[in-house]
């Protein structure tokens, strides 16, 4: 997993050690593992949030880890042009590269660590694929995209376009070195990521050093989330066991932890997770495809309007043509 790695850990921002006499660690309420599907064209994903109760992952909606896949030259898939309203899209590359392009003319390559951030909003059309080369030559691919629900005064604000570049998300390490946080959005022990979110969350990619455990400081008010990219280790106070394609929903507190076993697998050294949480929006929740609106009449409304062409058209010059 390349993502963003550093020489020496130990010169990074440390995390305070929490007291474990004052702090509140957050109990494990459900483990689930996710199940595959296949998205756009027909590349594999895991459903991360399939079967966990949709009150535990507010103010997220969906999320999919993108592979790990190796292509075979020809292999590569995307999406076609579609459309978006009401929420956020979130994607990050872990390995391999993905271009986007919106019909606001946002877009580009993102590769190894890099983070494309679409606000969908009031409504717009969207296409990401594997560039030509990767598609001509193959190679390996992994990701995720998430969904970030919009309040309803917010699921009308202009699309709009963040392209994050791996060299600027925050870089902190745990109280004792055994863990490298890459702070993707919003404010982790006090460290902010370049994410700007209008939902408040926040959301790191986690490496656990084989062995190592993580406390770590997390606000009351958000709920939390730990997904396994790849590895094995244990989650919560309770050490419960959890690997590669599980998610873990945590219950209230203050400090999140989880623990890398000590023997890994060759080809994922380390326990990576992603750990993410917002505060809960706690409003109805209507969605159909690529729309997440509050009412089903919010959602035939943006049906006609995509039929209509009200969000936008595809580019003259776009990818995928």
Do not use: C
């Amino acid at each position: 997993m390349p993502a963003v790695t550093v020489d020496d850990i130990t010169a990074l921002p440390h995390i305070p050690q929490p007291d474990p006499a004052a702090s509140s660690f957050r109990p494990v309420i459900s483990i689930v593992t996710a199940p595959r599907g296949l998205e756009g064209e027909g590349f594999p994903v895991h459903r991360a949030f399939a079967g966990t109760d949709p009150a535990l992952i507010d103010p997220f909606i969906h999320m999919d880890q993108m592979g790990e896949v190796e292509y075979a030259p020809g292999e590569p898939k995307g999406t076609p042009w579609h459309p978006h309203r009401g929420f956020e899209t979130v994607t990050y590359m872990i390995d391999g590269t993905f271009q986007h392009q919106d019909s606001n003319g946002g877009g580009g390559l993102i590769t190894n660590g890099d983070t494309q951030w679409m606000t969908a909003g009031a409504g717009i059309l969207h296409i990401e694929r594997p560039p030509e080369e990767l598609i001509a030559s193959g190679g390996l691919f992994h990701g995720f995209q998430l969904w970030v629900n919009l309040p309803a005064a917010q699921k009308w604000v202009p699309a709009r376009y963040q392209d994050i570049r791996a060299g600027n998300v925050a870089l902190l390490t745990s109280y004792d070195g055994g863990a490298l946080l890459r702070v993707i959005a919003g404010e982790v022990a006090g460290h902010r990521g370049p994410g700007v979110t209008y939902t408040p969350i926040s959301l790191a990619h986690v490496t656990v050093s084989p062995g190592a455990r993580l406390m770590l400081p997390w606000p009351r008010d958000f709920n939390a989330l730990i997904y396994v990219l790849s590895g094995s280790g244990t989650v919560g106070e309770e050490r419960r066991p959890i690997e590669s394609g599980q998610l873990a929903a945590l219950g209230t507190g203050d400090v999140i932890t989880a623990t890398a076993g000590t023997h890994q697998e060759s080809r994922h050294p380390n326990l990576d997770l992603l750990i993410l949480g917002g505060r809960p929006i706690r409003e109805p929740v209507a969605h159909y495809g690529p729309f997440v609106m509050n009412t089903h009449a919010e959602i035939a409304q943006a049906l006609a309007d995509y039929q209509a062409g009200r969000m936008g058209a595809v580019p003259a010059n776009h990818i995928g043509s």
